[in-house]
């Protein structure tokens, strides 16, 4: 199962009724907050998030309303009791933007570990949850990202029991390794079914179109991708600032095989994104507009 929660959906800067682009990830207990924009502390406390299960901040670029909140959200985390590490991931630079931005907050009581990624990176977070990375198209260095939960095969305990094989020892076969048992050598594939789909959510923003994204979101079952112009006569502004329309946000999700699409990071000049939702609907029809404190809970499809 994985959680999420919308902090924002808005893009350059912070409205009264529009914070900026920001998300919670959440599967177990660690929480991922990818981009952190100005007011991010402050949406976060319209929702019942705990500040203190952020392990890891992913952020997409350094552009300020995606980084600008850094020291506030740093600050709220460090009073909510957390003394574990803390890692930051971000695009070459984050480690001087994040060293100046935290002058203010210079007393922490966690480690804060930088790690600046290129784009095709993959790193398994503490709880199991893994992120990947992928090289995209804006003005300046931009990663989108993926976060995947990864699914066992089923166990057949009755198959294990038929066998007489300890069940102390199942666990480490569902985790893939062999058992000895009697001088005989039990494998996972003699009591694991066969594959099962994971669970996977794609974060894409800020990027004009590139032909790797539809692969790197694919069988999604979220995309959660930038649309900062609705209009599509607006292409041509789009893709001069590095962004995107709605209709080629759809077309993306729908050349991945997305399950679903929520539409982010809105341009101020567009004050109802609504209006203009008919011209990803048409699309891709599984698309809506991103709002503020919306929670989703992604499960595995049969359960």
């Known amino acids: 199962m994985i959680d999420l929660c919308l902090l924002g959906t808005g893009g350059m800067m912070p409205l009264p009724e529009r914070w900026l682009s920001a998300l919670l990830v959440r599967s177990q207990r660690d929480v991922v907050l990818v981009d952190c924009g100005e007011g991010t502390q402050v949406s976060w406390r319209y929702s019942n998030w705990n500040f203190r299960d952020v392990g890891t901040i992913a952020l997409t670029h350094l552009h300020a309303d995606h980084v600008a909140g850094i020291a506030g959200v740093l600050f709220m985390i460090a009073h909510s009791n957390r003394s574990e590490d803390l890692t930051i991931f971000g695009p070459p630079g984050t480690y001087q933007v994040v060293q100046a931005l935290t002058i203010v ?20 977070l503490p709880d199991g949850l893994e992120l990947s990375t992928l090289k995209v198209d804006h003005r300046i260095p931009c990663l989108a ?9 089923k166990f057949d305990a009755e198959r294990a029991r038929a066998l007489d094989i300890p069940i102390t020892l199942w666990g480490t076969l569902q985790s893939g390794s062999s058992v000895d048992v009697d001088g005989q050598t039990f494998s996972p594939d003699q009591v694991l079914g066969p594959p099962r789909s994971g669970l996977s959510v794609g974060f894409v923003t800020d990027t004009r179109v590139t032909s790797d994204i539809p692969n790197f979101v694919r069988d999604a079952e979220l995309l959660i991708c930038e649309g900062t112009y609705g209009d599509p006569e607006l292409r041509e502004r789009a893709e ?38 008919h011209h990803a609907q048409a699309i891709f029809r599984h698309s809506s507009i991103g709002q503020a404190h919306q929670t989703i809970t992604l499960s595995f499809r049969d359960e």
């Open 105 to 124: 907050v210079p007393r922490l009581p966690f480690t804060v570990r930088i790690v600046e990624l290129e784009g095709g990176e993959t790193h398994t």
């Open 145 to 153: 990202y993926r976060f995947t939960r990864h699914r066992a095969p």
């Open 240 to 277: 001069k600032r590095g962004h995107m329309v709605f209709d080629q946000a759809a077309t993306i999700a729908r050349e991945a095989n997305a399950r679903r699409l929520i539409l982010t990071h809105f341009s101020p000049a567009m004050l109802d994104p609504d209006n203009y939702l």
